[in-house]
């Protein structure tokens, strides 16, 4: 099993950065692919991006592509998503998910374990 624990939130204004940090329990991270997902009120969880085992392949949402940065660090059972120039449309509880697969999807019924999420708020 795994547990996630997700940091890193908090209010910024628009056109600022926010990085975010999910750790993961246990010793077999790296056999994990790994994803943010994110939900705004009266919305569906939504897909943000998503990361292979070795960290060499990803993958973004159209709505993120060029602004956000999923990458991971297996020695230290962690996994990021560098966000840049955000906008108020990205205010959203982020969640980190794992899924013990070989290609990353951007389904989060694909995924098995999910951390608690944590709260992004842009103010335009």
């Known amino acids: 099993q795994v547990q996630l624990v997700e940091s890193g939130g908090g209010w910024v204004q628009a056109g600022g950065s926010l990085r975010l940090s999910c750790a993961a329990s246990g010793r077999t991270f790296s056999l994990y692919a790994m994803a943010w997902f994110r939900q705004a009120p009266g919305k569906e969880r939504e897909f943000v991006a998503a990361?292979?085992?070795?960290?060499?392949?990803?993958y973004y949402a159209d709505s993120v592509k060029g602004r956000f940065t999923i990458s991971r660090d297996n020695a230290k059972n962690t996994v990021y998503l560098q966000m840049n120039s955000l906008k108020s449309e990205d205010t959203a509880v982020y969640y980190c998910a794992a899924a013990m697969t070989l290609i990353p999807g951007s389904t989060w019924s694909q995924y098995n374990y999910w951390g608690q999420g944590t709260q992004v708020t842009v103010s335009s």
């Open positions: 990361i292979g085992r070795s960290g060499s392949s990803t």
